[in-house]
Nanobody, 119 residues
Framework: QVQLLESGGGLAQAGGSLRLSCAVS????????MGWFRQTPGKEREFVAS????????QFAESVKGRFIISRGNAVNTLFLHMNSLKPEDTAVYYC????????????WGQGTQVIVSS
């Protein structure tokens, strides 16, 4: 079982930056994809970015492409989301998630961390 713990959320001004971290434990991640999702009240959770742990190949939602960077720290099994040029519409609870590379479903989730971007 993979355990995920997010940190790094908070308040930022529009145009600013934040870095989210997700500490991962419980499994070797070479067979996993790790992702970041976000959710605002009344809306469905949406995909933000993902990374294939074995080779670092990233994917991004169009809404964050060019602004957000997803990376991994192999030595300490930590997932990062570097959020730059923040917009008020980036305000959400951000979740870290994990899925096996052989599955299309993210089966492990963190508890979420709040990001608020003020205009």
């Amino acid at each position: 079982q993979v355990q995920l713990l997010e940190s790094g959320g908070g308040l930022a001004q529009a145009g600013g930056s934040l870095r989210l971290s997700c500490a991962v434990s419980g499994r070797t991640l070479s067979s996993y994809h790790m992702g970041w999702f976000r959710q605002t009240p009344g809306k469905e959770r949406e995909f933000v970015a993902s990374i294939r742990w074995s080779d670092g190949r990233p994917q991004f939602a169009e809404s964050v492409k060019g602004r957000f960077i997803i990376s991994r720290g192999n030595a300490v099994n930590t997932l990062f989301l570097h959020m730059n040029s923040l917009k008020p519409e980036d305000t959400a609870v951000y979740y870290c998630a994990a899925r096996l590379a052989t599955s299309s479903r993210y089966g492990n989730w963190g508890q979420g961390t709040q990001v608020i971007v003020s205009s």
